[in-house]
């Protein structure tokens, strides 16, 4: 099975609990206004690649504690995700699902998905409601949930988180909210 992948993050700290694999699945149709990801738009874009890849990747990743999905919409290709999802699960791995629906607006194979992951982040984002200092998402209305027992009593303390990734290249990355005043900085540093 295909899944049309927008971008891959091997290892980070600020998607979820632990290290986690992170993936930005290609495609969202839900064009929120002020959407920081609109790269990730477009169905055609990214690459494609086999979800077994991906599910071997994350094998031979031990120190892993989950995945994260986001996107784009990944729920836009519910059937390649799921697979993951089933992946990651069958590993062991906890699932973070992003998804800008709405938990009412969820067809029953997207509710599968939702069911299967141990956080789901629900909703559009909407700019007049955006919050920089929220955790694991960028606008108030924004729902984190806990479907599975796995975080439940995890407490989410609310802050502004932001991860950079030097490439052996020396290519800077920057992941999160970051402000302008922040990408300023290490921009005079780097
Ligand atoms: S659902 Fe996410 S990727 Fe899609 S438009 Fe909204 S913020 Fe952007």
Redesign the pocket.
Known sequence: MKIQIGHTLESSEIYGPGLRSVLWVQG?T???KG????Q??SSTGGITTSVDEIVEKWASTPELEGITLL???PLQQVGPVHALIRGARRMGLSVFLYT?YEPEELSTDMLDCFNMSDIVVTG??VHELRNTNLRWRGSTNQIVHFPTPRYQALDIEEQHEVEVHLSSEGELSVYGYATDEFLTSIEVKS
């Open positions: 969202c839900l064009a929120c959407c920081w990801n609109t990730y738009w996107g784009g919409e800008g559009r984002y």
